[in-house]
């Protein structure tokens, strides 16, 4: 069975003293290596037969622990995914749009320690969600959009990753527990299909306190996983999930590569791969993507 591991690294220095290292620790893992391909100017393949891509992955990082390399080893054959499903507060965007939005009530500090607990999987995330949303009753309809405009930004790679999956026939689905008004427009700015999240009530004026039921949390997105993945006929397997926190665990131990971005302790010793040094275009990296593929405009 043919292994690809892959190494993702800031810069090509980088990459250049990476790479030697990861193919000695594939020498010690014992595992022949059939070829090496450059991806693109801080990123590339190593082509190895094996049977266990945890272990290959794992000889790997010891290899490389002290760099700022992310590593990636899977099945070769089939890597380049059909859906992808993505997380959006702390992973396609910069920040936690609850958290800022709560900034504009003055209560930025405590929601953002639920926040933080919840995504640890300290708190279970529903009651979590209701608790911080009651705490913003009577906070004017404005601040969404202020929120909005000053504080989402796109994570870098993120609009490349989707749209160069959807230039290759993928498609990506934004499904978050944060809200609709945030979920609509950064799926709009960065070129996702479809998306799913919460809804906030209001009055016409103001936030009621309240969040639409069911609550769209770890179960649900779990759900979205599979849904998307049936009525698109896919396998899990043809699948690519990709979050932070732990709502977002279970849709990444499901999916073919489940992604840790950035991710709490709880998530990055679950997934399939990490990113902690590089940007969202690792993901592509890790498909198989090499950077002329990008769709970068």
Sequence with gaps: MLLALTLVTPDYDTLQEALPMALEAVAMAGRPVEDTDILGEGAADILVQGTDPTILRAHAESHLGHMKVDVCAQIAEGRKKRLLIADMDSTIIGCECLDELADFAGLKAEIAAITERAMRGELEFEPALRERVARLKGLGLDALQRTYDERVRLNPGARTLVRTMAAHGARSVLVSGGFEFFTSRVAAAAGFAAQRANRLIDDGAALTGQVGEPILGRAAKLQALNEEAQAA???????????????????????GLGVAYRAKPIVASQADAKVDHTDLRALLY???YGQDEFVTD
Excluded: Y
Aim: overall charge negative; charged content about 10%; proline content about 0%.
């Design 286 to 288: 890790f498909q198989g």
């Design 233 to 255: 006929g896919l396998g899990l397997h043809q699948t690519l999930a990709i979050g932070d926190g732990a709502n977002d665990l279970a849709m990444i131990e499901a999916a």
